[in-house]
């Protein structure tokens, strides 16, 4: 994607536009506890910093737009003082002066925006006298570039090389103001460094030149670049650099060796790689590398980090599990800090999982090397009750509070041992809904900043690749960095509302607070992030007849659209009924903020920014109820089918819950036309919604109204509504007969107590993989799809995390016979459908490639893989019927 198709991004060119301030001044006298500003001042600017002229040069400015005029005799003085850490600020008022204090840049920088706000809250040009001290508990807020590219597939844009300027100077003006003070950017060491054994790249100057721009230009706004890798990367076998030093090489991860830290070439080869950047780039702020996870890396990559066991490479076997990352953080350190003793490492262990950390990673988090920042996701694992149950998450949850026991425990660790900790959030939003700039529920982030400062985190990172908009989110974090939370939070809620909503503050806050209740009830379910409807449900086909297609990943733009197999976005928490109520929760909640937001627009009407956080809150409240309503659509059309359309309460639902989209969609479209943030999404850099596609579902809609419904009426009438609702896919009876397969064969069996499925199966022995895999799923796309993964030497895994799954097997010389039982308390829905939609295959692997490849009854799943999805796809099930 070239530069030019950034610019027609239209936000990016709003982002480039001036910081404008809007003051709420009702008051021309002055009272008898402030300083009177409205005459005019005088600035001294005694803190003499070429990093400080932006700052200075905004305060001006703003001083303008006040109406308070220059020359004036009350007197603003800037000037040095000794404080206790790096970013603390005074700010001393009396009658005829105020003294701006800082011993550092930064904290100078932070009390002239401090002292903004304060005018900007204020209903008159006055300041409170006395004595203001505000000092950080967090050091480093990072975040990143909203449309910057993400350097993955599908569009594998690099920003170090293209012309484009992904940080307009009033761009970062906005994220200064906010409390930002390091941004990140993707970077690959095999693109820019030089070192002993390898040549330099032939575009690393190119590469190095930009970021050495980028990193100046942020600087003049107090922002730092961190470069974010995931190094050292696996090799890939057949790379001429390990054929040539094979000791770099440790632990067979399939079609990757891992890359073995221990040898002293190793050592060298992350010492030079890390030097050679920040030697060519001075000023960077450091690294932020995920050491474990997402990607493979080191030999401890072949274990999971909730599993304990061996590594698969001898020489890191023998030490302990610890001992592997330390010699690689240890080397990444020394060679950046040779080069740049201020900047700073960050080791972030991206470990998204359900499950407790296993014991090494518990040893881990107390054996970082000094000086290295120990990052987690403060959510994952993370257990919230909802309707009644203990409900469990992965990675990434604005809408649920935390910290997880696991952040909990690790970072415990981690502080106990003296080393520094940073939690991994999502500030403005997360893969909850990444379609919209933020989420207006600061209420949630302060009770995640309460809880990591008690934690005693010291650093954050904001964002993944979304979650990064400048805005009230931003605003929220920014502040309470420097919060000793002696404010509670409706309080902390009003100072954080007046500034931008003046004497409608309150209303403002209680509007967030009413977002914050509602969206708590987000379902707590990774694949409702992942694949669910809340992110752009509004560009959803909606189909009447059952065509079992799976769901698009939310922040791939390059998939088909969504089908109707809406039971892949609930595997694991959900069934669709619960899912259902918790989205109804959200949207009565919603309307309810709503009400109050909307009555602040008139009184806001010349104020668009106010106007555009209206709008926001509006386009997110249609979200959910587009969510709302698919969910209800399949569960309405699922209950016609079974009903074999008996009920013409269910029809006269479905059609009110079209009437409802119609207007729905409708409503956004005229949103999307007054706000271009509307359905971009920054991981796909590109729209998942947009007013072409809003276009063509209102058409389809209608032509359900018009045709479809009408159709399906005319079916029940006739007594046709079995045809109509045929399932295409193929269907069996259970006889208990034995199929065939090539390799193996199979039946399946269904009792009272739990679904069977007996095997027997050729031993085979020459491929590095044996697998079978297992999918069910009910007929109707509608339940939770289950999968289960099990092997001809005994082992299994539950995917579906149910615990449940029980695989038994004997071997009687080259065969071996098994019997997998799924309990009925994992798929209920079963005793009274008699019927699964089911595919069953067994994968041979053979050097990271698939081989053979058997399956029941349809033939290959989709070729596409889909992330906690694999290759599955519903319409490739086959429908097994039992007596």
Request: charged share 25%; hydrophobic share 40%.
């Amino acid at each position: 994607m070239r530069g030019t198709q950034v610019d027609k991004w239209p936000f990016v060119a709003a982002l480039r536009q001036p910081l404008k301030s809007v003051f709420h001044y009702s008051r021309h006298e002055c009272g008898p506890g402030e300083a009177d500003l409205s005459g005019g001042i005088s600035l001294a600017c005694n803190f003499k910093s070429k990093l400080l002229e932006t700052a200075y040069s905004d305060l001006e400015k703003f001083m303008g737009e006040a109406g308070i005029r220059s020359g004036g005799k009350y007197r603003i003085i800037f000037e040095k003082t000794h404080t206790s850490r790096f970013e603390e600020f005074f700010i001393r008022t009396n009658k005829n002066t105020c003294r701006v204090q800082s011993a550092d840049t930064e904290g100078m920088r932070r009390a002239i925006f401090f002292l903004e706000d304060m005018l900007l809250a204020a209903d008159g040009p006055f300041l409170p006298l006395g004595r203001i001290n505000r000092k950080p508990w967090l050091k480093n807020r990072i975040s990143r570039c909203y449309f910057g590219p993400i350097k993955r597939p599908p569009f594998n844009r690099d920003e170090l090389m293209d012309d484009v300027d992904y940080y307009p100077d009033e761009y970062l003006n906005r994220l200064a103001h906010e409390g930002i003070n390091g941004l990140w950017l993707t970077v690959e060491w095999r693109d820019l460094c030089k070192t002993s054994i390898t040549k330099l790249p032939p575009d690393a100057p190119r590469r190095l030149a930009k970021l050495s721009r980028t990193v100046a230009k942020c600087a003049r706004y107090g922002i730092k670049i961190w470069i974010f890798h995931i190094e050292p990367v696996a090799w890939k076998k057949d790379d001429p650099l390990l054929q040539k030093y094979p000791e770099l090489g440790g632990a067979d991860l399939g079609g990757e060796k891992a890359f073995c830290p221990v040898r002293a070439l190793a050592q060298k080869y992350i010492r030079e790689s890390v030097n050679y950047i920040f030697s060519e780039v001075p000023g960077l702020g450091g690294i932020i590398n995920i050491t474990h996870g997402e990607r493979s890396t080191t030999c401890l990559s072949s274990i999971a980090s909730f599993q304990d066991g061996k590594v698969g490479c001898q020489r890191c076997d023998q030490m302990p599990k610890w001992r592997i990352i330390h010699n690689t953080l240890s080397a990444m350190r020394e060679g950046m800090k040779a080069a740049s003793p201020s900047a700073e490492l960050i080791a972030w262990f991206y470990m998204p999982n359900t499950e407790s950390p296993a014991r090494w990673v518990r040893e881990l988090a107390a054996h970082m090397p000094d000086n290295v920042i120990f990052q987690y996701n403060f959510e994952s694992n993370i257990k919230i009750k909802q309707l009644g149950k203990i409900r469990t998450g992965g990675d990434y949850w604005l809408s649920g509070v935390g910290p997880s026991d696991n952040f909990r425990l690790l970072a415990e660790n981690a502080s106990s041992a003296g080393t520094e900790v940073s939690a991994k959030m999502q500030v403005c939003c997360s893969h909850e809904v990444a379609t919209v700039p933020y989420v207006p529920v600061p209420g949630i982030l302060y009770r995640k900043y309460r809880k990591l400062r008690e934690l005693g985190g010291k650093h954050v990172m904001q964002c993944w690749y979304f979650g990064n908009y400048p805005g009230l989110m931003h605003r929220a974090a920014g502040m309470l960095a420097f919060e000793n939370f002696n404010l509670t939070e409706k309080q902390f809620l009003l100072s954080l509302a007046r500034p931008e909503w003046g004497r409608a503050a309150e209303k403002a806050a209680g509007a967030w607070r009413l977002f914050s209740d509602a969206y708590e009830n987000y379902p707590l379910c990774n694949m409702v992030q992942y694949y669910g409807p809340v992110h752009c449900g509004s560009v959803w086909p909606l189909y009447l007849k059952q065509i079992n297609l799976p769901l698009a990943p939310t922040w791939m733009p390059d998939f088909p659209p969504s089908g109707d197999a809406i039971g892949e976005c609930l595997s694991g928490n959900y069934t669709l009924t619960e899912a259902l109520d918790m989205t109804g929760r959200i949207c009565e909640k919603w309307r309810k903020g709503m009400t109050v937001l909307n009555g602040l627009a008139a009184p806001f009407t010349g104020n668009p920014e106010r106007l555009a956080d209206i709008r926001l809150a509006e386009a997110l409240g249609l979200q959910f109820e587009c969510a709302r309503n698919i969910m209800d659509f399949y569960l309405t059309r699922h209950n016609i089918y079974a009903q074999e359309g008996k009920s013409e309460k269910s029809l006269s639902r479905l059609e009110m819950i079209l009437s409802s989209e119609l207007a729905n969609r409708a409503r956004l479209l005229e949103l999307c036309r007054l706000d271009s943030r509307l359905g971009f999404h920054p991981e796909a850099e590109a729209y998942q919604y947009d007013r072409k596609r809003l276009e063509k579902s209102l058409k389809q809609i209608k032509a359900l109204l018009k045709s479809g419904i009408p159709e399906l009426r005319a079916a029940i009438a006739a007594g046709k509504i079995n045809q109509y609702a045929a399932d295409r896919r193929p269907v069996m009876k259970s006889s208990g007969k034995w199929i065939e397969q090539k390799t193996f064969k199979w039946r399946a069996l269904l009792d009272k107590h739990a679904l069977r499925f007996e095997i027997e199966a050729r031993i085979i022995t020459d491929y590095n993989a044996r697998h079978f895999h297992l999918r069910v799923m009910d007929r109707y796309s509608i339940q939770p799809v289950r999968f289960f993964y099990f092997s001809q030497e005994g082992d299994c895994h539950d995917f579906s995390s149910t615990g449940a799954m029980k695989w038994n097997i004997t071997r009687k010389l080259n065969v071996v016979n098994g019997v997998l039982t799924v309990p009925v308390r994992v798929i209920p829905w079963i005793m009274t459908e008699k019927a699964a939609a089911c595919g069953l295959k067994r994968l041979l692997m053979r050097e990271g490639k698939e081989t053979e490849y058997d399956s029941f009854p349809a033939g290959k799943d989709q070729t596409r893989e889909r992330l906690g999805m694999g290759r599955f796809n519903p319409d490739k099930l086959g429908i097994i019927e039992f007596a």
